[in-house]
């Protein structure tokens, strides 16, 4: 049988075994938690590297955003005015947008184009009302008056120009030039030098161009604007006269302060600070009913 002191022993060594399971099982524990710590603060890492990733996304976002909205404002207004200068001219976007492109690949400035078609197009009309000249360099270019009178400003130009293109005397080509177009027939003659029709098909055929729609959205976002500025303009001189009273006050303290014999500014320190916080202290009552 056996003795208390065997069971002693025995339950010391079962003690001792179980001490070392114990002492395993809390190193492995320890393990564990150190690895999860180092996994955790990874994962706030990596989170805190995310969260920084989508803040500095979001500013560029919003920059990205803002350059864009003043982008597009810009091309709205000079759409509009474009616009209003096709109007004018009795033409649309399109095609007085046609007669820039020709313009430029003929090295001529737009608004020259511009004098051309409308100096043409009164001599056009001075030759349906019986101007014999003018009825007459059209019909040395093989034109019919019925025909241009029913193109536009910018076909009447291009017909015009390819025609007297088509002429192979020079001095014919110089007389109805400068009976046309008047001072400005050496531009014109710089325009013939051009195969404008192709010109022309050249624009058509340009992939990307503005219609109708685009221009009536873009006039509708930059009349949008300008009540915008206007309304940030009327608010801005309502903040101001509400403002007036109290920095008027303010002002006319300090005014009074340097035109006193209080001494040095260094030594009135606390009349100034004293001015500054009565002059928050208006503007507070005024920005706080």
Do not use: C, H
Request: proline residues 1%; without cysteine; aromatic residues 4%.
């Amino acid at each position: 049988m056996a003795t208390t002191d065997d069971l002693v022993i025995s339950i010391r060594a079962d003690l001792d075994t179980l001490n070392r399971q114990l002492r395993q099982v809390d190193q492995r524990l320890n393990n564990t938690q150190q690895q999860g710590q180092q996994t955790g603060q990874s994962i706030d890492d990596s989170f805190s590297g995310a969260s920084d990733s989508v803040k500095n996304l979001s500013a560029a976002i919003g920059v990205a955003v803002a350059a864009m909205g003043a982008m597009a404002v810009s091309i709205a207004n000079n759409v509009r005015e474009f616009n209003s200068l096709a109007s004018s001219l009795g033409l649309s976007y399109t095609q007085l947008e046609r007669l820039q492109s020709i313009s430029s690949k003929a090295n001529l400035e737009t608004d020259m184009m511009i004098d051309l078609a409308k100096t043409l197009n009164e001599q056009i009309g001075e030759a349906a009302n019986g101007n014999k000249d003018f009825e007459e360099s059209f019909s040395r270019l093989g034109l019919k008056m019925d025909d241009l009178i029913k193109m536009g400003v910018d076909e009447q130009l291009l017909t015009v120009a390819q025609a007297l293109g088509e002429v192979t005397n020079q001095s014919d080509k110089a007389q109805i030039g400068a009976t046309l177009f008047g001072d400005n027939w050496l531009p014109a003659l710089k325009l013939t030098e051009q195969n404008v029709k192709q010109l022309a098909d050249e624009y058509e055929q340009f992939g990307i161009k503005v219609n109708n729609t685009d221009v009536t959205r873009l006039i509708e976002l930059d009349v949008a604007f300008d009540g915008l500025l206007d309304n940030v303009t009327q608010a801005s001189k309502k903040i101001s006269s509400d403002l007036a009273p109290a920095l008027t006050v303010a002002i006319k303290k300090v005014n009074e302060l340097f035109q006193s014999n209080l001494g040095g500014i260094d030594e009135n320190i606390s009349v100034i600070t004293f001015l500054s916080i009565e002059m928050g202290a208006q503007m507070i009552n005024i920005l706080l009913p």
